[in-house]
């Protein structure tokens, strides 16, 4: 959970990448892409299930058990 005086992620990032470029760190920058990338698609993800709402799956069936005797 961030709190406010937290930084949010791509936020960081983005000034991460920033510096790498000035710092002419192309591995960096790859990494800092591909994982820009990827929080992109997980916040667009989110998004979609968000609009879908939430699913009822109902609630499960127990099958009939029968009761014993047990002998007394």
């Known amino acids: 959970?961030?709190?406010t005086?937290?930084?949010p992620p791509k936020e960081d990032?983005?000034?991460r990448r920033e510096r790498a470029v000035a710092e002419g760190w192309r591995g960096e920058i790859d990494g800092l892409d591909l994982t820009l990338t990827f929080l992109r698609g997980?916040?667009?993800q989110a998004r979609r299930?968000?609009?879908s709402g939430p699913v009822s799956l109902?609630?499960?069936v127990v099958p009939h058990q029968k009761h014993h005797a047990t002998p007394g």
């Open 13 to 15: 990032l983005l000034a």
């Open 5 to 7: 005086t937290s930084t």
């Open 42 to 44: 997980k916040r667009e």
């Open 49 to 51: 299930f968000a609009r």
């Open 58 to 60: 109902g609630l499960p």
């Open 1 to 3: 959970m961030w709190t």
